[in-house]
């Protein structure tokens, strides 16, 4: 799966900013993913959602803020995130698991399509 993340930009903290990662094709069965590395630190899991988007987990650090979606007939997923914090200034990367239909964990094992990433900086 091709995936391709967009609408990262700058924002000011307390502001919200949507992402969207488009997939190429075979969209349907992937359970989808948002990772995010901010300068100097590893990539860490942000949130994903199973395949046919009922099932969602968010890391402590964005839930309640963020919200993950997907629209399947688009090949699109999406992250929505509200209340941005100057720690949420990373690149975001979207990920499709590496089995269709499959279960998957919260690790950067169990995706094996990413998209190039997107920018978000929060600023203060």
């Known amino acids: 799966v091709q995936l391709q993340a967009s609408g990262g930009g700058l924002v000011q903290a307390g502001e919200s900013l949507g992402l969207s990662c488009g997939a190429s094709?075979?969209?349907?069965?992937?359970?989808m993913a948002w990772f995010r590395q901010a300068p100097g630190r590893e990539r860490e899991f942000v949130g994903s959602?199973?395949?046919?988007?009922?099932?969602?987990w968010y890391s402590d650090s964005v839930k309640g803020r963020f919200t993950i979606s997907r629209d399947n007939a688009k090949r699109t997923v999406y992250l929505q995130m509200n209340n941005l914090k100057l720690e949420d200034t990373a690149v975001y990367f979207c990920?499709?698991?590496?089995?269709?239909?499959?279960?998957?964990?919260?690790?950067?094992?169990?995706?094996?399509?990413w998209g190039q990433g997107t920018l978000v900086t929060v600023s203060s």
């Open positions: 959602l199973s395949w046919k988007g009922d099932s969602k």
């Open positions: 990920a499709a698991s590496r089995n269709r239909y499959g279960s998957f964990g919260s690790t950067e094992a169990d995706f094996g399509s």
């Open positions: 094709e075979r969209f349907n069965g992937y359970a």
